[in-house]
């Protein structure tokens, strides 16, 4: 029998006639180079020859054409052994195992990677990675960033469409796992998928963006290398959705119908979707409801995996971390007209079926805060809920909060003119907090009704501000208001108040709320929950009831006041009373003026003592 081309190459690499076997490659080149047999002769001359990378840059593009063949896989771990990159052989055996029945092969590659992994060659690779990277979460950008693609079999005779995986990865075991549940996955007919690994990524939307530039699919893929899919019409489900509605851009597992002020999805009261997770270390089925159709929309989804059919680049500007990424990503489709989905998963009959299982570990809270601050600041608008507000921020705005003021300084979220409006929706504010600020408004009631639309039911004002009968405030032309023990009496017409009736009740108005004194209708509800006071160092010794009297009768006694209020929209209960009480605000530099009386007092005493 006549052997093929290929046959005579090996027997001419076998009997170390490089030229010959060197000469029959070229000649037969153009018909056999995406044969394997091909990639794999033309790598065994090179690892003849000792070019040992030239032999590594033929089998990954061998490779990247067929993902699975093992042949190719197990001659790539061995060609980076043979250069010396200990690491790399062992994710390539590794990933050769993962595609082969042979039992004898299994054994002779698990051996190979057991005898690789405790040679002092591959210890001190380690170390040497592990001196570069100074945490425990993906390889930042100490090395120059790599795109990997393996794509599946080209298809002959058919227009192709393909569907792009996408994953940042630093652990090669978790990453060759979700291939194995990739390469499961039905494929429709005039479609191959592809695989991009990214790898040395300073950030996710690094990573992202680097390999959206290196794939021209359509559909893309982002997900973390913990998720192995599950659904194996996974793509057929997806292509669904976006083939029966061209506005929707981007689709995702799990996610939520609002963007809590919080910035986690999570926190939403109308959470969408369902996923297996694992992160307690047991699988864990939390699922959100049905819905009435194939998707429903969303604000925001996890990024664990998001299906995209427009290119839409990832703010690597603002987000050059691990958090946030994803809800920023959705902020942005939404501001180009897209629509946001979270696929409905259930069978036929019903039943809750997840696309996806989560194989993760309890996600790090580093930097989170600085990433909430970065997503409020630029999309503020989007927020639908469970803001923490600041009037009047300045430069010392409180950590968690989001700050406006009229002046753009370091730290300013929203510049605006707060005698004009508050710019957010009406409802979407959980806590107000204003420290010497609303003296300086024009007009009192106008912020109080602004403050009073951006609120939610139940919502805590907290607000801090010089006291009216002391002689600085008095003579400030900046302070337009008083600010006094009885002023938020005229905003509401409730009775009853928590407040001391020794504070407030006159003979003529016993009653604590006032707001319909000059008969017209209140359409604010703001009842004090309770009232705290800084002292003049001249008064710091004396008692409560005594000071109390001394607010009242004289100039120069309390230098600021506190109020803590509650936003009433709906029916509110004494029990609901108390419930705000509890979740009322005392900032920081209310307590540094109270230490200082409390110091004071404990010296008197200990003056006393002795």
């Not at 001659?75 to 052989?89: E, I, P, S, T």
């Not at 009192?444 to 951006?454: A, C, D, G, K, P």
């Not at 707001?515 to 359409?523: F, I, L, M």
């Amino acid at each position: 029998m006549t052997p093929t081309p290929i046959e005579e190459i090996v027997t001419a690499i076998e009997a170390y006639d490089v030229k010959n076997a060197f000469a029959l490659i070229e000649e037969h080149r153009a018909v056999y180079e995406y044969h394997p047999d091909f990639i794999t002769a033309r790598a065994m001359l090179c690892l003849q020859v000792q070019e040992y990378k030239s032999a590594c840059e033929i089998l990954l593009n061998g490779v990247s054409k067929f993902p699975t063949d093992v042949d190719l896989l197990f001659n790539l771990g061995h060609a980076y052994q043979c250069d010396g990159d200990v690491k790399q052989a062992v994710e390539y055996y590794m990933r050769a195992i993962q595609f082969t029945n042979d039992t004898n092969l299994i054994a002779e590659l698990e051996q190979l990677c057991s005898d690789i992994i405790s040679s002092p060659e591959f210890v001190s690779r380690i170390a040497l990675d592990d001196s570069k990277d100074t945490d425990n979460t993906y390889p930042g950008d100490r090395v120059k960033i790599e795109v990997q693609r393996i794509t599946s079999d080209e298809t002959k005779n058919m227009n192709v469409s393909t569907i792009s995986f996408i994953s940042c990865v630093n652990d090669e075991e978790q990453y060759i796992k979700m291939l194995n549940y990739i390469s499961n996955l039905e494929v429709p007919y005039g479609y191959k998928i592809e695989c991009l690994s990214v790898r040395n990524a300073s950030s996710m939307t690094e990573g992202y963006n680097a390999a959206m530039e290196e794939s021209a699919a359509k559909y893309k893929i982002y997900l973390h290398q913990d998720v192995y899919i599950l659904n194996k019409r996974f793509i057929f489900d997806v292509l669904d959705i976006f083939q029966s509605n061209e506005d929707i851009g981007l689709i995702g597992v799990v996610g939520s119908k609002n963007i809590p002020g919080t910035c986690k999805w999570w926190n939403d009261y109308e959470k969408l979707g369902c996923i297996i997770d694992m992160w307690t270390g047991q699988e864990r089925l939390d699922s959100y409801g049905a819905m009435a159709s194939k998707w429903a929309e969303a604000s925001i989804v996890d990024g664990l995996l998001i299906a995209t059919q427009y290119d839409v680049k990832w703010r690597s500007d603002l987000f050059d971390g691990w958090h946030l990424y994803d809800g920023s990503q959705c902020c942005e489709f939404r501001r180009l007209g897209y629509t946001v989905a979270v696929a409905n998963q259930v069978n036929e009959e019903g039943e809750v079926t997840p696309w996806c299982l989560h194989n993760s570990v309890r996600p790090s809270t580093d930097d989170y805060l600085k990433y909430c601050s970065i997503f409020r600041k630029e999309y503020w608008r989007m927020l639908d809920f469970g803001i923490s507000l600041e009037l009047g921020c300045g430069r010392t705005k409180m950590d968690g909060f989001l700050g406006i003021d009229r002046f753009d300084l370091p730290g300013v979220d929203i510049v605006a003119d707060l005698n004009k409006e508050i710019p957010l929706r009406d409802n979407s504010v959980s806590r107000v907090y204003a420290c010497h600020s609303l003296e300086h408004l024009d007009d009192l009631s106008f912020i109080m009704s602004e403050i009073y639309r951006v609120c939610e039911h139940g919502a805590i004002v907290t607000i801090f501000a010089p006291y009216y009968l002391q002689s600085t405030n008095l003579s400030n032309p900046f302070h337009k208001h008083v600010f006094l023990e009885t002023t938020f009496r005229a905003y509401t017409s409730a009775k009853t108040t928590l407040i001391d009736k020794r504070e407030y009740a006159i003979p003529h108005a016993p009653d604590w709320g006032i707001g319909e004194s000059d008969n017209s209708v209140c359409d604010v509800d703001f009842r004090t929950l309770r009232l705290d006071f800084t002292y003049l160092p001249d008064y710091y010794l004396y008692t409560d009831d005594e000071l109390r009297f001394f607010r009242h009768s004289r100039y120069n006694v309390c230098e600021m006041i506190l109020y803590n209020l509650a936003v009433v929209k709906n029916d509110f209960t004494q029990q609901d009373e108390q419930k705000c009480l509890k979740k009322a605000f005392i900032p920081p530099i209310f307590w540094h003026y109270d230490r200082l009386r409390t110091q004071a007092v404990q010296r008197a005493k200990m003056g006393e003592n002795t």
